[in-house]
């Protein structure tokens, strides 16, 4: 597709409840990103593929949080037994290297959760 | 790891320069500065970025002092499309982005 696409828009989970959020990045990139942020906050790191690879995690808050990307395209974030600080948008990004070799990335417009 | 220190807001009347200033006093020789914009609502958005030199594209211009220390984004002409916040970051870690908190601008027409 032309950009990051993300699913659901928007999430609604009963405390406890386990949710999925997929990240569909944009064809041939192998850097993608999850970034969750909270109200009123920049986005924060959560952890980084490289292909299938799952390369950075040390940003995922607790073990409740879950990436995986085992075709090296899809991402989906999984969430297991919600609690309401979970409530954030996450965000999805992927890039392809610049020859410079900055790293530029395109964002998908999030997936927002809220925990009742 | 490098941080960027940058005002919490500012204003800038439509059809003016926007100047929005970054400090990254502690960035080494081969980070890059990073600017991106958030709309309400939307995803981040990337600008522009730059090592040592000044750097132009059709969205913005990045002046980049010197020493390196500190940094401008410059909009020419702002537009009320541009009122978002604006992200000045430094490369942190191997692969990450640390956006901050950023600056919010706001357009007056």
């Known amino acids: 597709g032309a950009g990051v696409s993300q699913s659901p828009r928007y999430k609604v989970a009963k405390r406890g409840q386990d949710v999925a959020l997929r990240c569909d990045p944009i064809s041939g990139h192998v850097s993608l990103f999850w970034y969750q942020q909270a109200l009123g906050q920049g986005p924060e790191f959560l952890t980084y593929?490289?292909?299938?690879?799952?390369?950075?995690k040390s940003g995922l808050p607790s073990d409740r949080f879950f990436a995986e990307r085992p075709e090296g395209s899809v991402s989906t974030l999984k969430i297991q037994r919600t609690q309401q600080e979970d409530s954030a948008v996450y965000l999805c990004?992927?890039?392809?290297?610049?020859?410079?070799?900055?790293?530029?990335?395109?964002f998908g417009a999030g997936s927002r959760l809220t925990v009742l | 790891d490098a941080k960027t220190t940058q005002p919490p807001s500012m204003d800038c009347a439509e059809g003016r320069a926007a100047n929005l200033p970054c400090n990254h006093s502690t960035i080494s020789g081969n980070e890059y500065v990073y600017w991106y914009r958030q709309i309400h609502s939307q995803g981040p958005q990337y600008i522009i970025h730059?090592?040592?030199n000044n750097e132009t594209n059709e969205m913005a211009s990045l002046i980049i002092t010197e020493d390196r220390k500190s940094s401008t984004l410059i909009l020419p002409h702002a537009t009320l499309r541009d009122t978002a916040v604006y992200y000045c970051?430094?490369?942190?870690?191997?692969?990450?982005?640390?956006f901050g908190t950023g600056t919010r601008l706001t357009v007056i027409p």
């Open positions: 970051i430094v490369k942190t870690g191997a692969n990450n982005l640390f």
């Open positions: 730059g090592l040592k």
């Open positions: 593929f490289q292909n299938e690879a799952q390369l950075d």
């Open positions: 990004a992927s890039s392809a290297r610049q020859k410079t070799g900055a790293n530029v990335l395109t």
